[in-house]
């Protein structure tokens, strides 16, 4: 080969590899994905997470049917679905043209009765869908006389039930529900003043699949005034309520229920506590007294908690006299509230180890008059929308009208939230948007008839969040009977839609 | 003596013409005994011409004459009959067909008259066989001392090299294999002297009492001659006599017949076969015969295979035949068992501690073997120097375990390096001087191999540290294998690989039909010679995959250079090549593997085609066309993107091959073609038909020509097209980019200065067109989309193509050039012409370029090592699933196992059939399937319904589906996501069963309905209703074969697998109806019950096997070395002109005076010298013509 020949080869050879890499270079890469994205589920939409358990009328779960009382009053379960349908009780509720439905539903049965969100239909709406449930138990007369109300929450692996009492004719009756279609086992814990009370009858108690036990916490640990009840499940899910009620002497010391309270935090919310106005001001100083109000807090750790209690009211924070106490490893104590104006207020607990709290809010005069008292626990913030039902409930009498008063509570930064309040059809009844000052307690009374109240924080949720309660109250000759209803956000059902991958390589360790 | 016959006495007596010495009178010679015992020698010639002059001179020239000597003729067909007319004065004849042992009756009833009545010795001599001149004289004196010896032989040697011994006593073992006393080609120093009795003797120089030959009626008739011997031999000893071998007295022996030097007779190895066959019957316990018989009809076959393997197909043939023989004609050996009978006087178990013990045997088969591995020519022609060197030298050493390899060096190294090349020291014969510096250069050329060696074991065992500390022992035990980015587990057994790799049912998701990767076939073959685990496979070509290639490339370097410095850098660039570095860290078994074989299967190629650069009108080689052709079967199962090239290149080569074989002037080229155009041939054949379901699989999706087998797992290699080659070079990543660079730019560079040189750029040409063609298959391959990922036919994340393999052919083409340019730089840079300055200014030049292509490859592998491999390569624990679930998916109810991970806004299933995922379980061609699905749902259809129900703790009950889908357990794995657990929890049916730090699992108790079972299964008995009557056990691959009872119409047999059109039932032979359940197989069940057999009908037929098989067979067949017959097993000459021979009658003029012994070693009968080769080497090129060292 020449020179020229082997000269024009290099050039030929270095031409085409160097085209063919510089063509290379710009262009993109071909593949793209055939199958498009890869599907999405719904979870826990429609599951038992998502199916709220209201726990039925407690009276009628008597040992034995023999002795059981009578009914004390009309038993009622109100339900509000926003974004999907659901089911209460076989009973369906179809969103009208507001996206809402409302039922009330009249208990005469005893068992849980569940409110069964229907899946997937929702997906299309914007949000995910929200339920709530709330169930009502009046009684004016009889030895169970008060206003008992408790919302229908879903079942949980772990409970704290902030509440109650076991003295001579206080009876604290713990119903476990288990919504779902295997059995779960669980751990009943009770705590008094003194730290956790052994009581080996409490652990590993069966709660059968789709069914509802009671167990006598009063037989487990007799004689306490102050308990806290911890509820674990070991497998399986229950929903928790602890039915307090309360029986001095002949004279009805009023019941209700204590429903579950938040998570064990350094930092708790127990929004609800209204003192009433004289002549009642004179409050108790003995958290055991008829009609005082107290703040209840346990210590579910192993180390001792330093605990501080303040109170939000109307003018912010206000602290509380004996507000700091000490608690031993799983003791309870009650935090009488005392020498504070009328009004509503939130309770702040403050710990240096993770705590649980509820507390009482009592009506009662002196001696032989029927006292009454509610039950609210420590809450989470509200942070996205929520609703809450509120039961039309029908004496024997006729109707009755629950007086319900929403108490919005704003833990740190200013807030407003905008109530939206529904009529018993479900219609939107009023929107008001409410300011709440910083570290205060405002107060909106809903008007009669109301069917539930949602509740959507305006602006940004995390910095000025917002606690809040139902208190409602029904005028008796007797004196007023009451209960509270704490907000409790993600009560309302959601889910999540994971996308879903197949992946043969699972399991093979990391990647 | 008396004068009868005076002929006899007087031949005798003139026989020697020489003066009877007295007892001291010769220095090296015995005494000779004027009165000893009376001998006739008897030499018995069958077309012996060749051999007879020299047979004929030895026994005239013994020093102790015998006193008579016959001749036999056994109606020899050439003119033996004349020779021994000519030279001894009574020559019977005999019937051709008589045998050795007849023709010496005949011959010892002629003579009897002569003999005295105290009896006397015959001395039996064939016409092959050469006694030294006191080869008489010291049988006798040693039979003289011991009265009880009966027999007494000689020592025999070479017939051509009397310092090469045969044997000196012959021995079997109990079971009748001969084990030869002396190793093959075994020099006589004396050391097999002490010998004395032994079970038999040869009949070459036998001398043998007259009284006992004739008592034991001489050897069996109905043996050939093959084993006379031996029956002789042990009927003497069991008749009370010693047998004994004097190993003083020598003979030297042509075995003419055994070594095929005698025309016109049958097959010298049938009649041992048979004979040995006869004789072990005849000896045996009466009641074992009909075990013998059958066994020797058993074994025949793996010892005809045996022979074939070895290529002699006659013997193969011989085999059979001899054990046809004996079961065709049972009267030889029952006569033979009573000949024995009658003549036995002890007790058989005498002769016992005579018989050789197994390990002896052993040991004697060992050296068959290794003479067959280095061929004899080279430890027998050789000064011995060669064999030693082929000892001490590490590849003949290393390649007598990886077989074809061993063949393919010798190929390979036949004409390119014969520095290193054993074949080449056979080709030319050396002086002892210049054997000696070549050996010392062939240690030179290994050390251009050792410092890379050395160099990438470094470099691959600091970039795999971790791995190799953490798992390796795993990985010898088979308790782990290795997975990667793109490696799944390997399954634990060879067979288990090997049947996914040839099924056509994948077994993955439901399953779905598609064709399995041959690379899995590849593996399983490479496996078998580790213990059958195909982990350990994959593991030594990834974690030695550097030296490995490193090895590959000095090899195949070493057909076009000859300087062990270019082989070096060539290793070591192969070694640090980029598209290797990147493969071993995601653990692309096929590129790897691509890599490695790629240099070879060149240069096996170029081989075949005798296109040797230097050379021109080579012949091509059909070895090497083989070789070729396995090479590329496992180039292209490895990397099927680089068929393409390979048909340019065979196409391409086979021209230039058959262009080069023109002489000028010539017709050559036509009647030599086909030396060329056969290997070529060879070479395309054996992976077109090796391969033929990948090509039906290729016919339907173009696109798998592109693919790999490599499946990606976790990389993406979906980027732009440059990502792609890094992703394909060693990872993304400025030191990869740099470190790929400095392999390649050098290469580069070289490989086009090589353009430019004037000799040699034709090659470079050529090697950059395969490298243009490497660039564009690596071009396209990115460029095409070959699949996605998933499972069964749900269709995931879409791949490309992977750059590797063809930036591998690109790193061919521009290293071989590179190569060309390298080996003629040593004269480039020292041009004598050049002065002072300039030698020096060349010399610095020729440094810098050194360093610098030295240091590119070095300092990649320091940087890949060093920096830590960008590796997903670890050792697992192969299993996903916990024993309980792995344990059940493997066993009868084969049912599968959910496994799924729910993390955050994640939820990742997969269906599980085994223990784990497998290689092989996915292929190519179903990733390729999966980007246009046929109808029907796809496997993330079928699931995540079912896990949105477990998950979305509903509380649904999901058996039904489950057992649709033949899940039994469902197992949740770490993180541990509590809501998934408290959903699986409240989901009926479900039962936690266990869990550990890694996972949860829980099994499915489907509800025990009617006879149906608790348990979930693949294959399921369906009533009309749907309600399931039983569960049927089924085999890994869904097929069942199972036994129904009778029952009602409507029956249907359910199976968890994708209905396919391949799907076969039958039912005690008769063909169910195929139906659908949906997605799923079904067949309806006639009210009948009976043997229930379904067979997923996707395996290749049964056709393609066999014809596989058979080119498999060929190929490897037509791979192995011809076993190199020993040059001096060679054909007689031309027979000997016949030449009147003056008669020497009886009425001789004078019978006092004795006529001369003819003089027969003149000229015309060199047959004792220089010999022509019968087999000659393949190649039919004059060499230098061998120096037999003396």
């Not at chain 2, 240099?599 to 091509?620: M, S, T």
Request: proline content about 8%; overall charge positive.
């Amino acid at each position: 080969m020449r020179w020229r020949d082997r000269v024009l080869l290099l050039g030929a050879v270095v031409l085409v590899g160097g085209g063919g890499v510089s063509a290379a270079t710009r262009w993109p890469a071909a593949a793209s994905p055939p199958g498009g994205t890869p599907p999405r589920i719904v979870l826990a939409a429609t599951g038992v997470a998502a199916t709220p358990v209201c726990p039925g009328p407690p009276t009628l779960l008597a040992p034995t049917g023999g002795d059981a009382s009578p009914p004390g009053g009309p038993v009622a379960v109100g339900a509000l679905v926003r974004g999907s349908t659901a089911t209460l009780a076989d009973r369906p509720l179809v969103p009208g043209s507001g996206g809402l439905a409302a039922l009330t539903l009249p208990r005469t049965a005893a068992g849980a009765v569940t409110l069964l969100p229907a899946g997937g239909a929702g997906g299309g709406a914007a949000g995910a869908p929200e339920v709530s449930a709330v169930q009502l138990e009046l009684a004016r007369t009889g030895d169970a006389r008060g206003l008992a109300a408790v919302p229908c929450a879903t079942a949980t692996t772990q409970s704290w039930l902030v509440g109650g009492g076991t003295q001579v004719g206080r009876r604290a009756r713990l119903l476990l529900a288990n919504p779902a279609p295997t059995a779960a086992t669980v751990d009943v814990v009770v705590h008094g003043p003194q730290g956790v009370v052994a009581a080996a009858r409490g652990a590993g108690v069966l709660v059968p699949a789709r069914s509802e036990v009671a167990l006598q916490v009063d037989a487990l640990a007799p004689d306490l005034a102050t308990v806290a009840v911890q509820v674990t499940a070991r497998n399986g899910r229950v929903t928790a309520v602890l039915h307090d009620s309360w029986l001095r002497g002949v004279t009805p010391g009023g019941v209700d229920d204590v429903s579950a309270a938040a998570a064990p935090a350094r930092t708790q919310w127990v929004p609800g506590i209204v003192v009433a106005p004289p002549p009642a001001a004179a409050l108790p100083d003995r958290a055991d007294a008829p009609g005082a109000v107290a703040v209840r807090v346990a210590n579910p750790g192993p180390d001792p908690a330093v605990v501080r209690v303040r109170l939000l009211g109307a003018d912010g924070s206000r602290p509380l006299d004996h507000g700091v106490v000490t608690l031993a490893p799983g003791a309870v104590v009650d935090v009488p509230v005392t020498g504070v104006p009328a009004g509503p207020w939130t309770a702040a607990v403050q710990a240096d180890v993770p705590v649980v709290a509820g507390a009482v809010v009592g009506r009662g005069g002196p001696a032989q008059q029927p006292a009454e008292f509610g039950w609210t626990s420590s809450v989470e913030p509200v942070t996205a929308p929520a609703l809450l039902a509120l039961p039309t409930l029908t004496d024997a009498g006729g109707r009755t009208d629950v007086e319900g008063t929403l108490l919005l509570t704003a833990t740190g930064a200013a807030a407003s939230v905008e109530v939206t309040e529904l009529d018993g059809r479900a219609g939107v009844a009023a929107v008001r948007t409410v300011a709440v000052a910083a570290g205060s307690t405002a107060v909106q009374r809903l008007g009669a008839g109301a069917a539930g109240v949602r509740l959507r924080p305006l602006g940004a949720g995390a910095a000025a969040p917002v606690v809040a309660a139902l208190v409602l109250t029904v005028a008796d000759d007797a004196g007023p009977l009451l209960a509270v209803v704490p907000f409790r956000p993600g009560a309302s059902g959601g889910g999540s839609r994971p996308e879903v991958v197949a992946d043969v390589r699972l399991g093979l360790g990391g990647r | 003596m008396t004068t009868d016959l005076g002929v006899t006495t007087d031949v005798a007596a003139a026989a020697d013409p020489r003066p009877e010495q007295g007892p001291d009178s010769g220095s090296g010679d015995v005494c000779v005994q004027v009165t000893g015992p009376h001998v006739t020698a008897v030499v018995v010639a069958r077309d012996g011409a060749a051999f007879l002059p020299r047979a004929l001179a030895a026994l005239a020239g013994q020093t102790h004459r015998p006193d008579a000597v016959v001749g036999v003729d056994a109606g020899s067909r050439d003119d033996s009959a004349d020779l021994l007319a000519g030279a001894l004065p009574l020559v019977v004849r005999a019937d051709r067909r008589a045998g050795f042992s007849r023709s010496v009756d005949t011959a010892a009833e002629a003579s009897t008259a002569v003999v005295p009545p105290e009896g006397g010795w015959l001395w039996l001599l064939h016409d092959d066989c050469a006694p030294r001149p006191d080869a008489l004289a010291r049988l006798l004196a040693a039979v003289e001392t011991a009265p009880s010896v009966a027999l007494a032989g000689c020592k025999q040697v070479d017939w051509d090299d009397d310092q090469r011994i045969l044997d000196v006593g012959v021995t079997t073992t109990r079971g009748g294999a001969r084990v030869p006393v002396a190793d093959r080609d075994e020099v006589d120093q004396g050391q097999h002297d002490a010998r004395s009795d032994v079970l038999a003797v040869g009949t070459a120089g036998l001398l043998v009492r007259r009284d006992v030959w004739a008592r034991l009626g001489g050897a069996d008739p109905t043996l050939a001659h093959a084993r006379d011997e031996l029956d002789l031999g042990r009927r003497a000893h069991l008749a009370g006599h010693r047998v004994v071998v004097v190993p003083a007295a020598v003979v030297a022996h042509a075995s003419a017949w055994a070594a095929g030097r005698r025309p016109g007779t049958g097959s010298w190895w049938r009649a041992e076969r048979r004979d040995a066959l006869q004789q072990r019957l005849a000896a045996a316990f009466v009641l074992l015969t009909p075990v013998l018989l059958g066994w020797a009809l058993l074994a025949a076959v793996p010892r005809a295979v045996f022979q074939l393997v070895m290529r002699r197909p006659g013997r193969a043939l011989d085999e059979l035949l001899a054990v046809l023989a004996v079961w065709a004609r049972p009267d030889r050996w029952i006569r033979s068992r009573w000949r024995a009978r009658r003549t036995r006087a002890v007790p058989r178990r005498t002769v016992r501690s005579l018989y050789a013990s197994r390990w002896q045997l052993l040991r004697a088969r060992r050296d068959d073997v290794a003479a067959w591995i280095v061929p004899a020519s080279a430890t027998t022609e050789d000064d011995g120097g060669a064999a030693r060197r082929r000892a001490t030298d590490p590849l003949v050493v290393a390649s007598t375990d990886t077989g074809s390899l061993a063949v393919l060096y010798r190929e390979i190294y036949r004409d390119a390096a014969p520095e290193a090349g054993p074949t080449a020291e056979e080709a030319e014969a050396l002086p002892a001087a210049r054997a000696g510096a070549r050996a010392a250069r062939h240690r030179f050329a290994l050390s251009g191999l050792v410092p890379v060696l050395a160099v990438t074991v470094a470099a691959a065992g600091t970039g795999l540290w971790r791995l190799l500390s953490a798992g390796v022992g795993g990985l010898l035990t088979g308790s782990t294998t290795l997975v990667a980015a793109d490696l799944l587990p390997t399954p634990p057994t060879t067979r288990a690989l090997w049947q996914a790799a040839s099924s056509g049912w994948r077994p993955t998701g439901v399953g779905a039909a598609a064709a399995g990767d041959p690379l899995g076939a590849v593996l399983a073959a490479l496996s078998l010679p580790l213990g059958g685990v195909p982990g350990r496979a994959v593991a030594v070509l990834l974690v030695g995959a550097l030296p490995l290639a490193a090895w590959s490339g000095w090899l195949a370097a070493g057909a076009i250079t000859r300087s062990r410095a270019a082989r070096g850098w060539a290793g070591l660039v192969w070694a640090a090549c980029p598209p290797l570095l990147g493969a071993v860290g995601a653990g692309r078994v096929g590129a790897v593997l691509a890599h490695v074989t790629l240099p070879l299967a060149a240069a096996a190629l170029a081989r075949a085609v005798g296109l040797v650069p230097g050379r021109r009108g080579r012949r091509g080689s059909l070895h090497a066309g083989f070789g070729a052709g396995l090479l590329l079967t496992v180039l292209l199962a490895a990397a099927p993107g680089l068929a393409a090239a390979a048909v340019v290149a065979i196409v391409a080569v086979t021209v230039l091959g058959v262009r080069a074989l023109q002489v000028p002037g010539t017709a050559r080229t036509a009647r030599t073609a086909p030396a060329v155009l056969l290997p070529a041939v060879a070479a395309a054949g054996v992976p077109a038909l090796l391969l033929l379901p990948w090509w039906v699989a290729v016919a339907a999706s173009p696109r798998l020509l592109l693919a790999d087998p490599d499946l990606p797992g976790a990389t993406t290699g979906t980027g732009t097209v440059i990502d792609g080659f890094l992703d394909g070079s060693g990872g993304v990543g400025r030191l990869a980019v740099v470190a790929a660079l400095a392999v390649a730019v050098p290469v580069l560079l070289l490989g086009l200065g090589a353009l430019l040189r004037r000799s040699g750029a034709a090659v470079a040409a050529g090697a950059w067109v395969v490298a243009l063609a490497g660039l564009a298959t690596a071009l396209l391959a990115v460029r095409t989309t070959t699949g996605a990922t998933g499972a069964g036919l749900d269709a995931g994340r879409a791949f490309t193509g992977r750059p590797g393999p063809g930036l591998s052919l690109l790193a061919l083409g521009a290293t071989a050039a590179a190569v060309a340019v390298l080996q003629r730089g040593r004269s480039t840079f020292s041009s004598p012409r050049a002065g002072r300055a300039g030698r020096i200014a060349r010399a610095g030049a020729a440094g810098v370029l050194g360093a610098l292509v030295v240091a590119g490859p070095l300092g990649a592998l320091a940087a890949w090592s060093w920096h830590g491999v960008p590796t997903s390569l670890r050792a697992v624990e192969p299993a996903v699933l916990p024993p309980v679930a792995a344990a059940e998916a493997e066993g009868v109810p084969a049912s599968r196992t959910l496994v799924t991970r729910s993390v955050q806004g994640r939820v990742s299933w997969t269906l599980a059939r085994a223990a784990g995922p497998r290689l092989g379980d996915d292929s190519a061609a179903l990733a390729s399937r999966r980007l246009d699905p046929p109808a029907g749902p796809t496997e993330s259809a079928l699931v995540t319904p079912v896990l949105a129900a477990l998950l979305g703790d509903g509380g649904q009950d999901i058996r039904p589906a489950l057992a649709d889908l033949g899940v039994g357990y469902v197992q949740l794995l770490a993180p541990v996501a509590d809501d998934a657990v408290l959903a699986l929890d409240a989901s009926p049916g479900l039962v936690r069963v266990s869990q550990s730090a890694g996972w949860m699992l829980w099994r499915v108790d489907q509800a025990p309905a009617g006879a149906g079972s608790a348990r979930t299964a693949r294959a399921r008995l369906l009533d009309a209703s749907g309600a399931v009557l039983a569960t049927l056990p089924s085999d890994g691959a869904g097929g069942v074969d199972a036994r129904v009872a009778a029952a009602g119409a409507g029956r249907v047999v359910r199976l968890a697998e994708r209905a396919d059109d391949g799907w076969t039932a039958t039912l005690d032979g008769r063909d169910l109806v195929p139906g659908r359940d949906g997605w799923a197989q079904t067949f309806a069940l006639p009210p009948a019950g009976g043997r229930l057999v379904v067979r997923p009908g996707t395996t290749a037929p049964e056709l393609v096997g066999t014809v596989q098989g058979a080119v498999l067979a060929v190929a490897v067949l037509g791979l192995l070395p011809l076993p190199r017959l020993r040059r001096r097993l060679a054909p007689p000459g031309p027979p000997a002109p016949s030449r009147p021979v003056t008669r020497v009658v009886a009425d001789a003029a004078d019978p006092g005076e004795l006529p001369p012994m003819p003089q027969v070693f003149d000229e015309e009968h060199p047959e004792h010298g220089e010999v022509a080769p019968l087999f000659t080497d393949e190649e039919p090129e004059p060499g230098p013509t061998r120096e037999v060292p003396a």
